[in-house]
């Protein structure tokens, strides 16, 4: 399906969605990131701003620094931001937009004490044991309120090696999606494709290989020179252009997909 309405039928093969790309507002920093990262910042900032508008209650679920909070602001939205992670790297407070509220917990002992009109799973839930831990999402949902979630596809697994390493385990395939969200009171309603064969290959052959080859170089000598510039990547600004080129190339290879970005909302 092409644009996010009405539930997705179980034995459809769900189209690539290319008017994620126009998104008005996006986590710049992800841009250069892998190609997963980069395809879910134009999924997530495109759904969000077809749906939130004004003052909302949002919850990051696993959203680790709250990088989120930046895309929030670039749609214009204000209200309360809620993040939840296993370990947080930001601190409770306020700003001019939102009151900020950090929880440190796993999905599975989360108890939500309000309700939101948006809750978010980036990157985050590759990390479940079961689907059961976050069974909670389901009864925190304002009577509009949505979840998005990105997940990677099961044969995602040689691309991210490093990623399982740390604990890595919940990967799902298209047709794993709504009997997976189903079994927790949620309907999926729009599934997004993420990645085609380019960006796949970029990432197997460029991004994995590459990458490492020349972080290695760079920390053995500039990074020994000036200490203040070893954690910082020379490809950096090259991934950006690469991206978005292999995005481009993608419209002519639409296959292979690296994972999708799925929105659920109550099944009731
Ligand atoms: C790859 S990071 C993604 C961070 C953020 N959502 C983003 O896209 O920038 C995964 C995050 O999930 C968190 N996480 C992993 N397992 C978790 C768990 N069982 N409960 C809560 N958070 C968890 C990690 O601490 C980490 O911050």
Same mark, same amino acid.
């Given at each position: 399906?092409?644009?996010?309405?009405?539930?997705?039928?179980?034995?459809?093969?769900?189209?690539?969605?290319?008017?994620?790309?126009?998104?008005?507002?996006?986590?710049?920093?992800?841009?250069?990131?892998?190609?997963?990262?980069?395809?879910?910042?134009?999924?997530?900032?495109?759904?969000?701003?077809?749906?939130?508008?004004?003052?909302?209650?949002?919850?990051?679920?696993?959203?680790?620094?709250?990088?989120?909070?930046?895309?929030?602001?670039?749609?214009?939205?204000?209200?309360?931001?809620?993040?939840?992670?296993?370990?947080?790297?930001?601190?409770?407070?306020?700003?001019?937009?939102?009151?900020?509220?950090?929880?440190?917990?796993?999905?599975?002992?989360?108890?939500?004490?309000?309700?939101?009109?948006?809750?978010?799973?980036?990157?985050?839930?590759?990390?479940?044991?079961?689907?059961?831990?976050? &069974?909670?999402?389901?009864?925190?949902?304002?009577?509009?309120?949505?979840?998005?979630?990105?997940?990677?596809?099961?044969?995602?697994?040689?691309?991210?090696?490093?990623?399982? &390493?740390?604990?890595?385990?919940?990967?799902?395939?298209?047709?794993?999606?709504?009997?997976?969200?189903?079994? $927790?009171?949620?309907?999926?309603?729009?599934?997004?494709?993420?990645?085609?064969?380019?960006?796949?290959?970029?990432?197997?052959? $460029?991004?994995?290989?590459?990458?490492?080859?020349?972080?290695?170089?760079?920390?053995?000598?500039?990074?020994?020179?000036?200490?203040?510039?070893?954690?910082?990547?020379?490809?950096?600004?090259?991934?950006?252009?690469?991206?978005?080129?292999?995005?481009?190339?993608?419209?002519?290879?639409?296959?292979?997909?690296?994972?999708?970005?799925?929105?659920?909302?109550?099944?009731?």
């Amino acid at each position: 399906m092409g644009s996010p309405s009405g539930p997705v039928q179980a034995a459809e093969r769900t189209k690539y969605c290319w008017d994620i790309f126009t998104a008005p507002a996006l986590r710049k920093t992800q841009l250069a990131g892998t190609p997963y990262r980069y395809w879910s910042s134009f999924a997530i900032a495109y759904f969000l701003k077809r749906r939130l508008s004004g003052r909302i209650d949002f919850l990051d679920a696993g959203g680790r620094d709250g990088g989120t909070l930046s895309l929030l602001k670039g749609l214009s939205l204000e209200g309360g931001y809620t993040l939840m992670d296993l370990e947080p790297k930001m601190a409770s407070g306020h700003d001019s937009n939102f009151e900020i509220e950090v929880i440190r917990s796993s999905f599975h002992d989360f108890k939500p004490q309000r309700q939101y009109d948006a809750i978010l799973f980036q990157s985050c839930l590759e990390y479940v044991e079961s689907y059961s831990d976050i &069974a909670w999402a389901r009864d925190c949902l304002k009577p509009r309120g949505f979840i998005l979630a990105t997940v990677t596809c099961k044969n995602t697994r040689p691309l991210y090696t490093g990623v399982w &390493a740390q604990g890595g385990r919940h990967l799902l395939d298209e047709r794993d999606l709504a009997p997976t969200f189903a079994e $927790i009171g949620l309907r999926v309603v729009w599934v997004c494709p993420l990645g085609g064969a380019v960006s796949r290959a970029y990432q197997t052959w $460029i991004y994995n290989w590459l990458n490492y080859v020349v972080l290695a170089i760079h920390q053995r000598t500039i990074g020994k020179l000036f200490p203040k510039l070893k954690n910082r990547n020379p490809m950096s600004p090259c991934y950006r252009l690469v991206n978005a080129t292999a995005a481009l190339l993608d419209r002519i290879l639409p296959f292979w997909r690296i994972g999708h970005c799925i929105v659920a909302e109550r099944a009731d």
